[in-house]
């Protein structure tokens, strides 16, 4: 950050009387909103820190670390005394007075634009640090940056820097905004884009590896016809006999490996045993191959969706970050966890795991599917409380966003679990339900 931006900032901001919110909405974002209606965000990222100005956002995740806790109590619905930049140094300090406070009192919330030790500090009338986004020890900084320590003042600084007159400074912070997000949103999607191709990919691979119908029943009957030469030349093959050479039924001559390990009165089993797996596996096959195929679907129906996804919130509703870890917990062996507004959401990406989450989902917990179409089934994990229309909305875009490719308008079915009679497979009944409105734009053409 420039000097003269965060002076002209702090000048904008001294414009509003009061902080009516103030909370992180990503790991290194705070947002502050001012007199209810101006939303300014303060990316206090380590040596990339800036301000920008925006429509106010859903957090990512929800950040309840005690500096998250302590910036809600104490500078919600605040009163805005000053801000400032002290010392002519690259900071912003906010005086305010906390609402929640039952006597006159005044704290400060320093914001640190400098470099490797950028910092966002809670700090009362004695200039004592009551909390902070990053604590900073001794081996790192001679700032020791810990609650319940005197925040010691930043060493003076000679800057030489060309002061520069910003007319409107809240276009300009919406310009900055407007960059940010195109960049963000470009590496972003790159990422997630990336990561969805792989599993693709891999799907894709063990299709191309899966045997066919035909050669695996011609192998059961190979395997067969190999079990019954053993049976036959029975009592010619030794114990230490590596291979059988004879004639097989249509008068070939013949050489068979035979088996290691194992008894001579027990190798015509064993090539029995190899005839019975390959021709289950035969009548198997295309099981597993529908299996695959409607895994590697869901992926693809997830790139397309991350291609026209518009903001890094969709991008990371679509592929969190978390859910890998979160999976394990869950010992979720069927379908993906999604998280929405710290929600749990479990997608099926074909019949078995629909049918598999089904039987999982409490009485409670809230089921979707699109009505008249062949999707995947969706539940939602209430824990009995009644869900923000948002996440209902989510919920149903990730529904149709991973079941059907087509752009067009979908209606989307919800319910309580416990109104959901399962029929034949991952076929239901349901009354008693709702039904939500959703449409999938178009994607573009990838050239």
Same mark, same amino acid.
């Given at each position: 950050m420039k000097l003269y931006e965060l002076k002209a900032i702090a000048k904008r901001l001294n414009d509003f009387t009061f902080i009516s919110r103030a909370r992180r909405i990503e790991d290194n974002t705070l947002e502050l909103v001012f007199d209810k209606s101006d939303s300014y965000f303060f990316n206090m990222t380590r040596g990339h820190s800036f301000i920008y100005k925006a429509p106010s956002q859903r957090p990512l995740q929800g950040y309840n670390a005690p500096f998250d806790t302590l910036l809600h109590s104490l500078m919600a619905a605040s009163k805005l005394i000053a801000v400032e930049v002290p010392n002519g140094d690259r900071i912003l300090r906010f005086t305010l007075a906390p609402k929640s406070s039952y006597k006159d009192k005044i704290i400060y919330l320093q914001l640190e634009f400098t470099g490797k030790n950028t910092n966002a500090i809670l700090i009362d009338e004695n200039e004592v640090i009551i909390e902070a986004l990053r604590h900073i020890d001794a081996d790192s900084s001679f700032r020791v940056i810990r609650?319940?320590?005197?925040?010691?003042?930043?060493?003076?600084?000679?800057?030489?820097?060309?002061? +520069?007159?910003i007319v409107d400074i809240d276009a300009f912070l919406e310009e900055q905004y407007r960059q940010t997000q195109a960049k963000k949103l470009l590496e972003l999607k790159k990422q997630k884009l990336s990561l969805t191709a792989k599993k693709s990919q891999k799907l894709d691979q063990l299709l191309k590896k899966? /045997?066919?119908?035909?050669? =695996?029943?011609?192998?059961?009957?190979?395997?067969n016809s190999y079990g019954n030469l053993i049976l036959a030349n029975l009592?010619?093959?030794? /114990?230490?006999?590596?291979?059988? @050479?004879?004639?097989?039924?249509?008068?070939?001559? #013949? %050489? =068979?490996?035979?088996?290691?390990?194992?008894?001579?009165?027990?190798?015509? !089993?064993y090539f029995f045993n190899l005839?019975?797996?390959?021709?289950?596996?035969?009548?198997?096959?295309?099981?597993?191959?529908?299996?695959?195929q409607s895994k590697k679907d869901f992926y693809d129906n997830i790139y397309y969706a991350l291609e026209q996804a518009k903001e890094p919130y969709e991008l990371e509703l679509l592929v969190p970050k978390r859910a890998k870890s979160q999976r394990k917990k869950e010992k979720l062996r069927e379908g993906e966890l999604f998280w929405i507004e710290d929600y749990k959401v479990f997608v099926g990406r074909n019949s078995n795991e629909n049918?598999?989450?089904? %039987?999982?989902? +409490?009485?409670?917990? =809230?089921?979707?599917?699109?009505? !008249?179409?062949?999707? %995947?089934?969706?539940? #939602?994990?209430t824990d009995k409380q009644n869900l923000p229309d948002s996440v209902i909305?989510?919920?149903?875009?990730?529904?149709?966003?991973?079941?059907?490719?087509?752009?067009?308008?979908?209606?989307?079915d919800y319910t309580k679990r416990?109104?959901? @009679?399962?029929?034949?497979? %991952?076929?239901?009944?349901?009354? @008693?339900?709702?039904t939500i409105s959703v449409t999938k734009e178009g994607v573009e053409i990838r050239v």
């Amino acid at each position: 950050m420039k000097l003269y931006e965060l002076k002209a900032i702090a000048k904008r901001l001294n414009d509003f009387t009061f902080i009516s919110r103030a909370r992180r909405i990503e790991d290194n974002t705070l947002e502050l909103v001012f007199d209810k209606s101006d939303s300014y965000f303060f990316n206090m990222t380590r040596g990339h820190s800036f301000i920008y100005k925006a429509p106010s956002q859903r957090p990512l995740q929800g950040y309840n670390a005690p500096f998250d806790t302590l910036l809600h109590s104490l500078m919600a619905a605040s009163k805005l005394i000053a801000v400032e930049v002290p010392n002519g140094d690259r900071i912003l300090r906010f005086t305010l007075a906390p609402k929640s406070s039952y006597k006159d009192k005044i704290i400060y919330l320093q914001l640190e634009f400098t470099g490797k030790n950028t910092n966002a500090i809670l700090i009362d009338e004695n200039e004592v640090i009551i909390e902070a986004l990053r604590h900073i020890d001794a081996d790192s900084s001679f700032r020791v940056i810990r609650p319940g320590l005197e925040l010691l003042p930043i060493p003076p600084f000679e800057r030489d820097e060309e002061e +520069k007159e910003i007319v409107d400074i809240d276009a300009f912070l919406e310009e900055q905004y407007r960059q940010t997000q195109a960049k963000k949103l470009l590496e972003l999607k790159k990422q997630k884009l990336s990561l969805t191709a792989k599993k693709s990919q891999k799907l894709d691979q063990l299709l191309k590896k899966l /045997p066919n119908e035909e050669s =695996l029943e011609l192998q059961a009957k190979e395997y067969n016809s190999y079990g019954n030469l053993i049976l036959a030349n029975l009592y010619q093959i030794k /114990p230490y006999d590596t291979q059988l @050479k004879t004639y097989d039924f249509e008068g070939n001559e #013949i %050489s =068979l490996k035979l088996p290691k390990n194992i008894k001579v009165n027990r190798m015509s !089993d064993y090539f029995f045993n190899l005839a019975k797996r390959a021709k289950n596996k035969a009548k198997n096959i295309h099981m597993e191959k529908e299996n695959l195929q409607s895994k590697k679907d869901f992926y693809d129906n997830i790139y397309y969706a991350l291609e026209q996804a518009k903001e890094p919130y969709e991008l990371e509703l679509l592929v969190p970050k978390r859910a890998k870890s979160q999976r394990k917990k869950e010992k979720l062996r069927e379908g993906e966890l999604f998280w929405i507004e710290d929600y749990k959401v479990f997608v099926g990406r074909n019949s078995n795991e629909n049918q598999k989450l089904l %039987s999982l989902a +409490k009485a409670n917990d =809230l089921w979707m599917h699109i009505r !008249d179409v062949p999707s %995947s089934h969706v539940i #939602i994990r209430t824990d009995k409380q009644n869900l923000p229309d948002s996440v209902i909305q989510a919920a149903a875009k990730l529904c149709v966003d991973f079941s059907v490719k087509n752009p067009g308008d979908y209606e989307v079915d919800y319910t309580k679990r416990k109104f959901v @009679k399962v029929q034949e497979g %991952s076929n239901v009944l349901y009354n @008693k339900y709702n039904t939500i409105s959703v449409t999938k734009e178009g994607v573009e053409i990838r050239v």
